[in-house]
């Protein structure tokens, strides 16, 4: 295993859409096992490949003790409304608040390629919405309610 460099926002990369991963193969476990001990390493949450500058489709999440890693995820049914405050690796110290679903159900693949599905409420839909929306080129900043202040303090 081996910490990788996180992309900051600003870098274009962080902005491209990722692609579908194919191949369940020892790249993508070293992948992942990568992105574990990175996040780790920055106390994250979540982190997303295209953090890490590989642009497939695959997200870790480590939430309240809850560690899951999904491969081409796709949300297939949200519930309600819930406004929270979110962080990013690859955005620095600013926190702001955006508004998610209460509930979210996530198709996804394992690291070997079998369908599984997880349903989360509140910390952990708002997690796995935020690090999905990596993988379109989609910051927790564009939709803050608080991206004024952001864009204002100039950064
Ligand atoms: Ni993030």
Known sequence: MAIRKVVKIGEEML???????????E????????????MYKNDGMGLA???????????IIDV??????????KIIK??????????CLSVGKFQGR????????????????YPFSITGEKLLA???????DH?????????SLDKDKYFKSGR
């Open 98 to 113: 955006v508004a998610r679903p209460m509930k979210v159900t996530v198709e996804a693949f394992d690291r070997y390629g």
């Open 49 to 59: 490949a295209i953090q890490v500058g590989v642009l497939r489709r695959a997200v």
């Open 15 to 25: 902005r491209k859409k990722s692609k579908p991963v194919k191949d369940f193969d």
């Open 64 to 73: 309240n003790g809850l560690f899951a890693e999904l491969i081409n995820p």
């Open 27 to 38: 790249d993508l476990w070293q992948l992942l096992d990568d992105m574990r001990e990175t």
């Open 126 to 132: 708002r997690c796995l919405c935020h690090e999905i």
């Open 78 to 87: 949200t519930e309600g409304e819930d406004i929270g405050e979110e962080g």
């Open 135 to 143: 993988l379109d080129g989609v910051l927790f900043v564009d939709k």
